[in-house]
């Protein structure tokens, strides 16, 4: 009913840039909060940053001052600019986003994207 496409990842150089976009699509009546999490390997998923509809943001770690979150409500797509990324920013990159469907129920559901990978060499 619903798909989040992720998109942007790749290789850069430590102190390099990335900017990941999570394209949603389907039958979305609106869109709630949006969150980025990654999952590097071996461990488990985190929260990387999230942001509400209004435009209010929240940072989980170290990330602030680095990364910036954004979405752009009419196209429901949410951004991920990476700057000054460091090797222990590598991770698969997963977004997801709480969605209103058109079915007229109200209800929220939680649907995620399939994850991009980033990889920052030193």
């Known amino acids: 009913q619903v798909q989040l496409v992720e998109s942007g990842g790749g290789l850069v150089q430590a102190g390099g840039s990335l900017r990941l976009s999570c394209a949603a699509s389907g039958n979305i009546f609106s869109i709630n909060a949006m969150g980025w999490y990654r999952q590097a390997p071996g461990k488990q998923r985190e929260l990387v940053a999230d942001?509400?509809?209004?435009?209010?943001?929240n940072y989980a770690g170290s990330e602030k001052g680095r990364f910036t979150i954004s979405r752009d409500n009419a196209k429901n797509t949410m951004y991920l600019q990476m700057n000054s990324l460091k090797p222990e920013d590598t991770a698969v990159y997963y977004c997801n986003a709480d969605v209103v469907l058109t079915t007229g129920s109200g209800r929220t559901y939680r649907y995620w994207g399939q994850g991009t990978q980033v990889t920052v060499s030193s």
């Open positions: 942001t509400t509809s209004g435009g209010s943001t």
